[in-house]
């Protein structure tokens, strides 16, 4: 995530960020992961609008207008997870959409590994300046 974030203030001037908050992909009472936060499986929206608070918590640094700079939107899946399955966005996953056309122009691959690197993005938005 610093990495993102680094980015986005590099090029703050180009790009509105949004976040959405999927599905917990590491719950406790599913397949939790060692020191992660103990956070299960959402069954209402009220679980995924608790859970989605920690992240804002936790990463409170993207939310911080005053001192990044630039405005973070977050926003939360619906409970039939509709964003995490049509977009394959789970764990985590980074797009960039032309705000033009509203078309993805950059999808990076499925995370965790290697989901939220920025270095494919800087020719992208040299094309779209």
Do not use: C
């Amino acid at each position: 995530m610093k990495e993102v974030y680094n980015f986005v203030q590099q090029h703050r001037n180009m790009l509105n960020i949004v976040i959405v908050y999927t599905k917990e992909e590491h719950a406790s009472d599913e397949w939790s992961l060692p020191n992660n936060y103990d956070i299960a499986t959402h069954r209402v929206l009220k679980d995924r609008l608790k859970a989605s608070e920690i992240f804002k918590n936790e990463f409170s640094y993207w939310f911080e207008t005053s001192t990044n700079g630039f405005v973070t939107h977050l926003l939360m899946d619906n409970m039939s997870d509709e964003m995490a399955v049509d977009f394959n966005s789970t764990p985590d996953r980074l797009f960039l959409v032309d705000n033009t056309n509203m078309k993805i122009v950059y999808r990076s691959i499925a995370g965790p590994f290697g989901a939220l690197k920025t270095k494919p993005l800087i020719p992208i938005l040299q094309k779209l300046r």
